[in-house]
């Protein structure tokens, strides 16, 4: 199916554990964003990609790792998850242009404990 | 000072009533706008783009202004199912990021 999509929907970890978040997209888009939504801080900027193997941080990246190798592909990994990571996890992706629109995947839930 | 500043709401209004949000921005550099509206628990969806002379969408009608850097969304006749988080977009020049309010709530009620 045409989309954006995101594995896992739900995941509990515990603290110090690596985990990663997938992210696919079938439209070819340029551009990728990981975000974290929290409840007073909305939708924060983790890391983003323009292209394939171009990435940079963005607002919050602090304990996080990205990778596009791949154009559909934009995994997220905790390299050792923290409680303070708990949190809803949006990615998403357009195409070039100013105007153009972002199309969010359905979230990943995490919980660290 | 954040960069995006939105009302938080909640905004508790009858069916039928017009509703107003607003939404200010720090970056004078800033060249694109939308609001985006987000369902409990789901992800954002766009609403609509923002543009200079104004624009409308039905019963949605968003404005900008750029010398006090400011943008607007105003809702007519409200439904139930306009119950969600209205959440302020900016994009800044040629950057690829958007940069999102922390939304404003909307509650319609019978």
């Known amino acids: 199916d045409a989309g954006i999509t995101q594995s896992p929907r739900y995941k509990i970890t515990e603290t110090g554990r690596q985990v990663t978040l997938m992210c696919h997209q079938t439209w070819s888009h340029s551009y990728m964003f990981w975000y974290r939504q929290d409840l007073g801080h909305g939708l924060r900027l983790i890391y983003y990609s323009a292209a394939a193997d171009i990435t940079d941080k963005g607002e919050v990246p602090d304990g996080y790792v990205v990778s596009r190798s791949k154009t559909e592909n934009f995994p997220l990994t905790l390299e050792s998850a923290t409680r303070s990571q708990t949190s809803v996890y949006f990615c998403?992706?357009?195409?070039?242009?100013?105007?153009?629109?972002?199309?969010f995947g359905q979230g990943t839930r995490l919980t660290v404990v | 000072r954040k960069e995006v500043e939105q009302d938080p709401g909640p905004f508790n209004v009858p069916e039928g009533a017009t509703v107003a949000f607003n939404c200010t921005y720090s970056n004078s550099a800033s060249q694109s706008f939308f609001w985006y509206r987000q369902d409990c628990r789901k992800e954002p969806k766009l609403l609509m783009s923002?543009?200079?002379s104004g624009n409308e969408d039905g019963r949605f009608t968003a404005q900008l202004n750029r010398a006090s850097q400011y943008i607007s969304l105003l809702i007519r006749d409200s439904k139930l199912s306009d119950s969600a988080t209205y959440l302020c977009v900016v994009k800044a020049g040629t950057a690829s990021k958007l940069t999102f309010g922390t939304g404003t709530r909307l509650q319609v009620t019978l």
């Open positions: 998403a992706s357009r195409r070039r242009g100013s105007d153009t629109e972002a199309f």
């Open positions: 923002v543009y200079s």
